[in-house]
């Protein structure tokens, strides 16, 4: 079963930077896409950003405002999500997914990771 693994999140004040990792493991497939959605207290899980298996392909929710950037290391095999201009309204638990074999970016992700705590001050 494939294990996904998050890091990088922390407290910071509104304005600052984070940059999220992801980290995937035992799959059997490299044409994989990895998503990052986010779970606000009180609030409904969202999407958040998405890239393809070979890096070239990224999605992003409109709500991002262009600020966030999702990236991926094909020689380490991490996605990384570069998050600026942080917003208290950016404050949330933000999870890794790792898809099944697809060449794009799907809409089911089986393999979640345990998530990682961004808080954002104002």
């Known amino acids: 079963q494939v294990q996904v693994v998050e890091s990088g999140g922390g407290l910071v004040q509104a304005g600052d930077s984070l940059r999220l990792s992801c980290a995937a493991s035992g799959h059997t497939f490299s044409t994989y896409a990895v998503g990052w959605f986010r779970h606000p207290p009180g609030k409904d899980r969202e999407f958040v950003a998405a890239i393809n298996w070979s890096g070239r392909i990224t999605d992003y929710a409109d709500s991002m405002k262009g600020r966030f950037t999702v990236s991926r290391d094909m020689a380490k095999n991490i996605v990384y999500l570069q998050m600026n201009s942080l917003r208290p309204e950016d404050t949330a638990v933000y999870y890794c997914?790792?898809?099944?074999?697809?060449?794009?970016?799907?809409?089911?992700?089986?393999?979640w990771g345990q998530g990682t705590q961004v808080t954002v001050s104002s």
């Open positions: 997914a790792v898809s099944g074999r697809t060449l794009g970016i799907p809409n089911e992700y089986p393999y």
